[in-house]
Structures are given as structure tokens and as C-alpha cells.
């Protein structure tokens, strides 16, 4: 069975840091692209960032410089950090079986549940 479960979310300060992760069973995470989409409430899904199958990343114009994701092979982990946060950067956070871009959000059957992380002061 495909499946996608993140963990480390929570609630921190503008300015803090944040690592999430993904684990990842029933395929390897070398095989195909992955990602991370967020959600605010009311707002549309964004993209954050993706990274391919052979490594290369991308990221959202809104994260760049402040946000990096990484996988572990070994432990079929995907990750996000996150620094600087900001109160804008609240949101679920997803990962995802797919590659996103600003026009292209992988489906949400290739999704896991999120975890949710709040910036607040």
C-alpha cells in the first residue's frame, strides 16, 4: 500500500525554523518525483517545492532562499526545512507523489494527510 505520513509541524515564532518530514512506503521516493504543497484556509493549494528523480529541486518565488527540501534514500524520507518563517507561511502542509509547479498541483489522491504548521507571535 502507497503511503505518505509527514510529521513535524507545529506552532513557532516569525523567525523560527521548522523540518518536516515524509515518510514514504509502498514505492521508493528515488522513483519518481516528489513534492510539498501547502494549503491556507480559503486560499487555493501552492506549490512549494519539488524535487526530482535525479535531485534537482525547485521552489515556490514565495520560499526561496528561506526554505530546502531533501530526501534520505536510505529511509524512504522526504524533508522540508523551513527558516524565517513568517505568519504568511501558515498553512497544512502536504506532500506529495508528483512534481508541482505554480500552474501544475499534483491531484490530492497523491497527497498524505499534512501536518499543519502555525507562525504566530
Known amino acids: 500500500e502507497v503511503q505518505l505520513v509527514e510529521s513535524g509541524g507545529g506552532t513557532v515564532q516569525p523567525g523560527e525554523s521548522l523540518r518536516l518530514s515524509c515518510v514514504a512506503s509502498?514505492?521508493?521516493?528515488?522513483?519518481?518525483?516528489m513534492s510539498w504543497v501547502r494549503r491556507a484556509p480559503g486560499k487555493e493549494p501552492e506549490c512549494v517545492s519539488s524535487?526530482?528523480?535525479?535531485?534537482?529541486?525547485t521552489y515556490g518565488h514565495s520560499v526561496r532562499d528561506r526554505f530546502a527540501i531533501s530526501r534520505d534514500n536510505a529511509k524512504n524520507t522526504l524533508y522540508l526545512q523551513m527558516n524565517s518563517l513568517k505568519p504568511e507561511d501558515t498553512a497544512r502542509y502536504y506532500c506529495?507523489?508528483?512534481?508541482?509547479?505554480?500552474?501544475?498541483?499534483?491531484?490530492?489522491?497523491?497527497w498524505g494527510q499534512g501536518t499543519q504548521v502555525t507562525v504566530s507571535s
Open positions: 506529495a507523489r508528483a512534481h508541482c509547479s505554480i500552474r501544475d498541483i499534483p491531484p490530492r489522491d497523491v
Open positions: 509502498g514505492f521508493a521516493i528515488t522513483s519518481t518525483h
Open positions: 524535487i526530482f528523480v535525479r535531485g534537482s529541486t
